[in-house]
């Protein structure tokens, strides 16, 4: 789910739009992520592919970071507050789960081996409700949710 620049514009479909993020003063500038930033060929499609698919509700890419934003969406579930509210959301659902697994790790007694300093990290998650199930795939710098409803 890499973003990489280019120099070409970006291609978006008819229910996909940018938000820009908001106004906030970073660490450092240079790691801040550019709403603007064209997409890798593979992430274009697949960003199509799934808000073509019937049971998508829509999908958000997000920044990680302590002031989540959308740098991306598809669907009106997604739109406004309602949108940033879930961006927050996924965000704390990740962290949270990632410093349990920390936590574990610490706890299990399976800790390092021999120097190895490696934490596992969250991959995919998948959380269903009665109505909805969303999807979160987590990146170094973005996460990926997509909201469907698995009843059709």
């Known amino acids: 789910m890499a973003l990489r620049q280019s120099t070409q514009p970006s291609t978006s479909t008819a229910r996909t739009s940018f938000i820009s993020q908001p106004n ?63 961006a927050a959301v996924v965000a704390r659902i990740v962290e949270s789960v990632q410093a349990g697994l920390e936590e574990v790790r610490v706890d299990d007694g399976l800790g390092a081996v021999a120097g190895e300093a490696e934490v596992d990290e969250v991959k995919f998650m998948r959380i269903r409700t009665k109505k909805h199930e969303i999807m979160i795939s987590p990146d170094d710098k973005y996460l990926l949710a997509v909201l469907h409803d698995p009843t059709t």
């Open 24 to 86: 906030h003063a970073s660490a450092n500038p240079a790691q801040a992520p550019n709403p603007n930033a064209a997409m890798s060929p593979e992430l274009e499609q697949t960003l199509a592919m799934l808000s073509s698919h019937r049971s998508v509700l829509g999908y958000m890419l997000i920044t990680r970071g302590h002031h989540p934003s959308i740098i991306r969406h598809s669907g009106v579930i997604f739109e406004g507050e309602q949108g940033k509210r879930y």
